[in-house]
């Protein structure tokens, strides 16, 4: 069974910049998650999917962040302008359905983002 | 929303020897304990979890602990080997929302 993919690995840009970040998650999961994982510190969740609609997004900075997952499958998670601060993994996760939510969440690679 | 303090930060033990690792949580509607293990550069790996109706559970060389009244939760690893070497990362999850612990960085010396 393949795992969750992300692109890219790796993502340098500069602040005030924009970036978009991809995840594709397991088959027939339908629960996906976007984590940030600053160094050092452990993964915040920023949004939650169910299928196409969101379940949570309590933890997304909504002035520069944003995450689409319109078919149910892929997601993106986009930063429009990027800052400093946002230095971090990006970590996406996904989880069958049926219940089990975290329980049952697999995390991708992650995408390392670094903002200059 | 929920707050997870873990600690030790950074934990060294000879090869062998066990580890205790201990987090605390404030919401008391806390029903699910996973703990994730993160090697450099690698994403996290679920190692054990507890649900909140359960006070202890045991995997081979590791159990975790939890006491409700206390709000806390811990994780036990026994004859540590130098492959148990990672971050380690306690977390608290109800409903649709998960908070994790800032790590503890354990270290196994041959």
């Known amino acids: 069974e393949a795992g969750v993919a992300q692109s890219p690995r790796y993502k340098i840009i500069e602040k005030r910049q924009s970036v978009a970040f991809w995840c594709n998650p397991i088959s027939g999961h339908a629960t996906l998650y976007w984590y940030q994982q600053i160094l050092g510190q452990g993964p915040k969740l920023l949004i939650q999917f169910q299928n196409n609609g969101v379940v949570d997004d309590s933890q997304l900075p909504k002035d520069r962040f944003s995450a689409e997952r319109l078919k149910g499958v892929d997601s993106t998670l986009k930063i429009q302008p990027a800052k400093l601060e946002d230095s971090a993994v990006y970590l996406c996760?996904?989880?069958?359905?049926?219940?089990?939510?975290?329980?049952?969440?697999?995390f991708g690679p992650g995408t390392r983002l670094l903002v200059l | 929303g929920e707050n997870v303090e873990q600690h030790p930060s950074t934990l060294s033990v000879q090869e062998g020897d066990s580890a205790v690792i201990k987090c605390t949580y404030s919401d008391s509607a806390s029903n699910y304990f996973p703990w994730y293990k993160q090697e450099l550069g690698k994403r996290p790996q679920l190692i054990i979890d507890?649900?909140?109706?359960?006070g202890e559970k045991k995997d081979q060389r590791i159990a975790v602990t939890l006491n409700k009244t206390a709000k806390h939760f811990s994780l036990h690893i026994t004859e540590t080997q130098p492959e148990d070497s990672a971050v380690y990362f306690c977390a608290a999850s109800r409903n649709n929302d998960m908070r994790f612990g800032a790590g503890t960085r354990l270290t196994v010396k041959p």
């Open positions: 507890i649900r909140s109706n359960v």
């Open positions: 996760a996904s989880s069958p359905p049926g219940g089990g939510g975290f329980e049952t969440q697999y």
